[in-house]
């Protein structure tokens, strides 16, 4: 099945600074979500991007499909913005439907 | 915006005990979902069902499992005897199709005892 690989593992920011959150998969996508995971639990969608570029706000995120990667960029960060950022693919070899998970890359923002 | 909503958000059970876990996804989604996160790890796929049958399942997802869509708007999980290692946050997912988005609940926090 596909691979997915997040780095880093952890990351720790002053707030304001900017961070770039990187993801490789092992084979072809058709789909690719970025989610926060809160203090809570919850697991916040962030993008739904297989390919191209998105911006929200202080977030946007690039997939390169074709190298098979992608990449998550925080601008700004913000104390809020601390947790865990996991990258999921769901793609042919793996089964259309079924995401898997990346390990994540957990933030910690501090004042 | 609509939203899957998941109850409960804490359940507390005895080891040995069946357990059963409700979801309502967005209602014109059509494939449905169940992941776990054990703590402090990955989050992994269970199962996903569409047009009321399992369309693929991990091997994770064992005879202790099922799921079922007992009517048109709700999607359950039920662990039959459940074990300690079964302790874990359970997220129900769902899409319009099987190329979409996964929109994903809150999740319902499961402490076997």
């Known amino acids: 099945g596909i691979q997915v690989e997040q780095s880093p593992p952890d990351l720790i920011l002053q707030e304001g600074a900017n961070s770039t959150l990187r993801c490789n998969f092992s084979?072809?996508?058709?789909?690719l979500q970025w989610f926060h995971q809160n203090p809570w639990g919850q697991l916040i969608n962030l993008f739904y991007i297989p390919s191209g570029t998105k911006q929200n706000g202080r977030l946007s995120a690039t997939t390169v499909a074709t190298e098979r990667y992608s990449l998550l960029y925080i601008s700004s960060s913000q104390t809020t913005d601390s947790g865990v950022y996991f990258c999921a693919v769901g793609g042919l070899s793996g089964g259309y439907n079924k995401l898997i998970f990346g390990a994540g890359t957990r933030l910690a923002v501090h004042p | 915006e609509p939203e899957v909503t998941q109850t409960p958000s804490h359940q507390v059970t005895q080891m040995g005990q069946e357990v059963i876990l409700r979801c309502v996804p967005i209602s014109n989604h059509l494939y449905f979902y169940w992941y776990r996160q054990i703590l402090g790890q990955k989050v992994e796929f269970l199962v996903s069902f569409y047009n009321n049958e399992i369309s693929e399942k991990s091997e994770i997802f064992d005879d202790q499992f099922s799921v079922e869509r007992p009517d048109g708007s709700n999607f359950t999980l039920k662990i039959r005897s459940t074990k300690l290692e079964d302790s874990a946050m359970y997220f129900c997912?769902?899409?319009?199709?099987?190329?979409?988005?996964?929109?994903f609940g809150d999740g319902t926090r499961l402490s076997i005892l």
């Open positions: 084979d072809s996508v058709n789909n």
């Open positions: 997912a769902s899409s319009v199709d099987r190329n979409q988005p996964q929109h």
